[in-house]
């Protein structure tokens, strides 16, 4: 196994609240790093996404066209797009710098649960409730997808896209992932619902929460279980979990408010970061640095390694 | 006056002098304009006096004399020489450069009076005096007497030595005065005044004796000056006249600028004699009278509107000026002035109306259109018996009494052979004709009676009944003896009779279909006709390869694949009007009776096993299933990859065709471990894995269980789901004693449909908004949460209210309820985690004998991931809570159970 080595000397957690944002668009469905980590994203309740610097914590644009709230963002490698979903069953590619809607994708049955642009961002990937991931081309105008992978039995809660790998995670229980360079579906039977998966920085694992307050690492290639984290709650609500950006650390929401780091390796609990009272709906973490970002009800938290100037509110 | 000093100080200087000029300094500015220096064609400077004082100076320094000063040189008188009166000149006191070319004295040769002709030249003069009123400066002649010639030219000096004189016209002399001009006794409206008649004076000339011998010279005629228009006056416009303005001539009271120049001409041609009394100063009404005008009569004219030209046109141009073509010209003047007359406007001097009218472009008429004509070109349809209804056919026939058919002659190809022969009067081949031929009596006769039984079925009758059969007959055997070529064309008709043959065949051989024909599109040809009658007898009867059958063998390959298609048409448009109405529907192009349906080629492992193999924590080989899976060809492309499966066609799981056998396999792929594959999966959204630790086989009555509900499910229940029960109980017995309304509903309205869901849900959102927390959050959509509980994870609790948030140090009473509320929610979670928890720990301890208390945890189990709202919600709500999604997915397992 290629995990990556523990330092010798503890990795630093983002735990020192750094600001709040009270971003005022009803609940933060999501939030969202962008590509270098210097911008966030945050998807709102009352149909709008907003763009922030994380480091002034100052409201850069905020993009309307959605017609329902917004489920999930992902930026493109160049800062140039964004890509969000929405409950409104579409898909939109918006012009960063505008604030225009460059493109607006139909074609989902039900609300749009996440999407993703591939590397290039040549592709937007969404995950719909109605248990299809819809491949949309970016470059040209075609209403259509490319193609719609309805291997789903159940709402496909999460995804993510790697060079040539397409990971879902649906309700029905199962990680699926899309080899296209082999041309491959593996299947990995979890049992319980899926509520997020992701890759692990180095591409060899793969992460999966699921509604039975266990975050499972399994092998990529062999779908064995490397790891189980589990303390955490997570039944019904549909949370994150992360990886942290040296793959040292599992990272991953409560609904009890807190959010739980778990060593790799060891599976013990690290750190118990507590957020808030509510439930912690959403987490980033920061592409290099310990940064990370959180979204309870309305705001949207800082994380640091390290504590800055600013008083700690909370 | 300068004085004659030899100091140059005593010189006036003006204004400042200029600082000296440094040698080493570079001169940088312009020369300014007071430093600038002229100098004279001697290199010598020349002093500006100014404009008006004679320009640059002269003499020396400006002054008279010399540098010596001023010396009358030239006064010299002594005893010997007297001073001698010198007459000064002009041109002593000139410079130089006045007598140059540009001076005031140029020094030049010109020509004098003096080496003119001595006599004055009067045609001449009163040219000039005509060119001088057009001249660019009025009056002025100069040029014209500076270029006139020094002598006579030969020309008059001949005329001379004819007997010409000067004055008289070029011509044989006349017995009477040719008839006078009346040029100016017509309309004279212009102006304000009666401008004075210069032919008046004439007129008197004309007025005495002429004696009846003498002859006259002809007159003289003013060549005619034709003058270039170089000025930017309107045509027809000329400007004051100064002669007029300022000589004051006689009569006129003031200057009338638009009398024509006729007018002003002749005033002029008779003024030269006796020069008008009244000379200079400024004279007219417009002046008044001066002190010198003895005449004050006109002072207080009146005008008169009678004066004015009170219409336009109408004016005659009798300008007298047409010089040579005058003769003509006047000859014609009564006609031309009528016709000027009609002409409505101004004709311009130098302009007549033509008397030729341009001759008129002979425009042909269009021709006359027919009465009846329409400007719209139809096509006439081409009726063609095969492609109209027979009714319409028949009618046709009958009011025209022939088909288009017949009306055109039948082109080469329209003939078959046998035709063409009898066309050509060739006798048919000798020799056995087609195999019938080759058949003994015994068997035409069979082949005869048989299609004769055939015939008898029919109802139409043709006069050439045998013939036919016996063509049909022979067409039959033809068709089976050569068996071998039937089926090569089997494969060609295949390609040219597509559907139409067997909607043809469905057409004819459906029950609806009349025995009665009553219309025989090939009539004229009675073969051909034949053939078709057995094309649809045996189409009747249902034969699928009746057209292959009736088609004549004999024939070539081409006349065979037309007729096929002929006869196809027409089986189509002829079927029985009854079947018209069939006609309108069309058929399904796929056949929806098929048991088939697509389901992935490769299927699932066992659920239950990978069940097992998750509670046992073996993730691995068990629980993974790797399929084929083909990606987009554009997906790859985009993605930078090579296709995995290039030249496949396949996008996605490759699939194969399975039976379905009822309508849950449209709800889920159906095949039967899928179909478990769901049952499984439906209460593993909702259970930890160690749920389903039992066997395979113990799976199918917890399925049931969960949905026979109560009596098993109160009975197995175990101490630590009690503090649940009572609300389990009431959900169960609400389950129970729903009405099946809501069965139907969830039969036939989708579970994915979201209206039908959220309506249902209504109860609930009608709870959620009961309580004054969530009634601030209303915001949030009822629906994602309602399909939550279907589809599984739910997004986290609605949005709270934002804007107290904001200031959330400072807590509302709100925000404390809400809190309050949040407890609450918590607490019922935390209630489902310990009994998840505690489930674990019995399922590990009593693993086997579980069975019923098993499905009772799943039930439970699947309540709490149904969300806790769900069980809040059920609580309160009471009876009529359970949603069309339970229903439906009750449906799902009986369906599953079915098909196990």
Redesign the interface.
């Given at each position: 196994m290629a995990f990556p080595q523990p330092k010798p000397e503890a990795p630093k957690l983002p735990q020192h609240l750094l600001r709040t944002l009270?971003c005022?668009?009803?609940?933060i469905?999501a939030v969202r790093f962008n590509a270098d980590g210097n911008y966030l994203m945050t998807c709102g309740?009352?149909k709008t996404l907003r763009l922030w610097s994380v480091t002034r914590g100052t409201l850069l644009k905020t993009y309307s066209g959605h017609g329902?709230?917004v489920?999930d963002v992902d930026g493109s490698y160049d800062n140039s797009q964004l890509c969000s979903c929405s409950?409104d069953k579409t898909v939109i590619l918006w012009d960063v710098a505008t604030g225009q809607v460059t493109r607006k994708l139909r074609g989902h049955?039900?609300?749009v649960n996440c999407v993703q642009f591939?590397?290039?961002a040549?592709?937007m990937l969404s995950g719909s409730?109605?248990g299809s991931v819809r491949?949309w081309?970016t470059?040209s105008r075609r209403p259509e997808p490319?193609?719609?992978?309805?291997?789903a039995?159940?709402?496909v809660?999460s995804l993510k896209v790697s060079?040539?790998e397409l990971l879902t995670g649906s309700?029905?229980?199962k990680v699926r992932r899309?080899?296209?360079?082999?041309?491959?579906?593996?299947?990995?039977?979890?049992?319980?619902?899926i509520?997020c998966v992701c890759f692990s920085q180095d591409g060899q694992c793969t992460l999966s929460s699921s509604?039975?307050?266990t975050v499972?690492l399994?092998?990529k290639s062999?779908?064995?279980?490397l790891g189980?984290y589990t303390g955490h709650?997570n039944?019904?609500?549909?949370?994150d979990c992360c990886l942290s950006s040296k793959d040292t650390h599992v990272v991953s929401c409560s609904?009890?408010g807190h959010v739980y780091y778990w060593d790799l390796v060891e599976g013990s609990l690290s750190l118990k970061l507590p957020v808030g009272?509510?439930?912690v709906?959403s987490l980033s973490f920061h592409p290099t640095e310990p940064c990370l970002l959180t979204a309870i009800?309305?705001?949207v938290q800082v994380w640091g390694a390290e504590p800055e100037d600013t008083e700690k509110?909370d | 006056m300068a004085s004659d000093s030899d100091s140059e100080e005593d010189f006036v200087t003006y204004g400042t002098p200029l600082e000296p000029l440094e040698e080493d300094e570079p001169l940088r500015k312009p020369i300014p304009i007071q430093d600038q220096t002229v100098k004279d064609e001697k290199g010598r400077f020349k002093r500006f006096h100014g404009a008006f004082t004679g320009g640059f100076s002269a003499g020396y320094f400006n002054s008279v004399g010399s540098k010596e000063g001023w010396t009358p040189s030239t006064f010299v008188s002594s005893r010997q020489q007297k001073a001698e009166k010198q007459m000064s000149r002009p041109e002593d006191f000139m410079d130089e450069e006045d007598l140059s070319e540009h001076g005031i004295a140029p020094s030049e040769i010109t020509t004098t009076d003096n080496f003119a002709s001595g006599r004055r030249d009067q045609i001449r003069d009163k040219a000039c005096a005509i060119t001088s009123l057009t001249a660019p400066i009025p009056g002025d002649t100069l040029l014209e007497d500076l270029v006139a010639p020094a002598r006579t030219s030969v020309g008059v000096e001949l005329l001379r030595k004819m007997g010409w004189k000067e004055g008289q016209g070029v011509g044989p002399r006349l017995k009477r005065k040719p008839a006078k001009q009346k040029t100016d006794t017509g309309v004279r409206m212009y102006g304000c005044a009666l401008p004075p008649n210069g032919s008046e004076e004439s007129e008197e000339e004309e007025d005495e004796y002429i004696p009846e011998n003498v002859t006259f010279a002809p007159k003289d005629v003013t060549p005619v000056d034709f003058t270039p228009k170089d000025d930017l006056h309107g045509l027809g416009y000329r400007g004051l006249n100064p002669q007029q303005a300022l000589m004051g001539s006689s009569g006129s009271g003031h200057i009338n600028l638009f009398t024509l120049d006729s007018d002003r001409t002749s005033s002029l041609l008779g003024d030269f004699g006796p020069r008008s009394k009244r000379r200079g100063g400024v004279s007219g009404q417009a002046f008044g009278v001066g002190a010198l005008e003895e005449e004050d009569d006109d002072i207080y004219h009146r005008d008169a509107l009678s004066n004015y030209d009170t219409m336009l046109g109408g004016e005659e141009p009798g300008d007298g000026l047409y010089g040579w073509t005058a003769p003509q010209e006047y000859g014609k003047k009564k006609k031309a002035s009528d016709k000027d007359a009609a002409y409505i406007g101004k004709i311009l001097e130098g302009f007549t109306l033509a008397t030729k009218s341009m001759d008129n472009k002979t425009v042909y008429p269009p021709p006359v259109l027919p009465r009846d004509y329409r400007p719209v070109h139809y096509f006439r349809p081409v009726l063609d018996p095969s492609t109209v209804s027979p009714q319409v056919a028949l009618a046709l026939q009958a009011s025209v009494g022939h088909m288009p058919q017949d009306s055109q002659p039948k082109g080469r190809h329209q003939l078959d052979a046998s035709q063409r022969r009898e066309l050509l009067g060739e006798s048919s081949l000798q020799g056995p004709r087609s195999v019938f031929d080759l058949l003994d009596g015994k068997d035409k006769e069979r082949l005869e009676g048989i299609r004769k039984a055939a015939e008898e079925k029919k109802t139409s009758e043709s006069s050439s009944e045998d013939r036919r059969a016996a063509m049909v007959a022979a067409g039959v055997a033809a068709a089976s003896a050569a068996a071998a070529k039937a089926s090569s064309q089997q494969a060609l008709s295949s390609r040219f009779q597509p559907t139409g043959a067997e909607q043809a065949l469905s057409a004819w051989s459906s029950p609806t279909a009349h025995s009665a024909q009553t219309f025989k599109p090939f009539e004229k040809n009675p073969h051909k006709q034949a053939r078709y009658d057995m094309y649809i007898s045996k189409l009747r009867q249902g034969d699928k390869d009746a057209l292959e059958c009736s088609l004549d063998s004999t024939m070539t390959e081409w006349e065979r694949s037309r007729e096929r298609e002929e006869f196809i048409r027409a089986a189509m448009l002829y079927k029985p009007s009854n079947s018209s109405l069939s006609s309108r529907f069309t058929r399904g192009k796929q056949e929806d009776d098929s048991n088939t349906v697509e389901v992935p080629r490769d299927q699932e492992g066992d659920v239950d096993d990978k069940q097992a193999a998750v509670k046992m924590k073996m993730f691995g080989k068990l629980t993974r299933d790797t399929f084929e899976w083909h990606p987009d060809k554009l997906l790859c492309k985009r993605f930078n990859i090579p296709d995995p499966y290039p030249g496949s066609g396949l996008v996605g799981l490759p699939k194969v065709k399975r039976d379905k056998f009822s309508v849950f396999n449209f709800l889920t792929i159906a095949d039967n471990s899928s179909a478990v594959n769901r049952m499984a999966d439906g209460p593993s959204q909702n259970e930890p894995p160690v749920k389903h630790a039992g066997t395979p086989k113990s799976a199918e009555p917890i399925k049931k269980s969960r949905w026979d509900v109560s009596a098993q499910a109160s009975e197995g229940r175990t101490p630590s789901v009690e503090q649940q029960q009572p609300q389990q109980k009431e959900d169960e017995e609400e389950e129970e004693s729903r009405p099946s309304m809501d069965l139907f509903k969830a039969i036939f309205a989708s579970s994915s449909d979201e209206k039908s869901s959220s309506s249902s849900e209504g109860e609930i959102l009608k709870e959620m908004k009961d309580s004054p927390v969530q009634s601030g959050s209303t915001a949030v959509p009822p629906q994602a949460q309602t399909e939550e509980e279907e589809f599984g994870p739910r997004l986290p609790p609605p949005a709270y209210p934002w804007a107290e948030h904001a200031s959330s140090s400072i807590p509302s009473t709100r925000e404390v309820k809400h809190k309050k509320k949040c407890k609450e929610k918590h607490k019922a979670k935390k209630d489902h985690k310990h009994k998840k928890e505690k489930k674990h720990k019995k399922k590990h301890k009593k693993h086997k004998h579980k069975g019923k208390q098993k499905k009772k945890k799943a039930e439970e189990a699947s309540s709490s991931s149904d969300g806790s709202e769900d069980s809040d919600s059920d609580t309160d709500d009471g009876p009529g809570a359970l949603s069309t999604e339970e229903l439906l997915k009750r449906l799902k397992t009986l369906g599953g159970k079915k098909l196990r």
């Open positions: 009270d005022k668009q009803g609940a469905r309740s009352d329902y709230e489920l409950s049955a039900g609300k591939n590397e290039e040549t592709v409730i109605d491949c081309d470059r490319i193609q719609i992978l309805d291997e039995r159940d709402s809660s060079e040539h309700v029905d229980g899309y080899d296209l360079r082999m041309g491959q579906l593996h299947v990995d039977f979890v049992s319980s619902p509520t509604l039975d307050s499972r399994l092998d062999t779908g064995e279980l189980e709650k039944t019904g609500y549909k949370l609904e009890d009272k509510a439930v709906q009800e309305g705001r509110d | -």
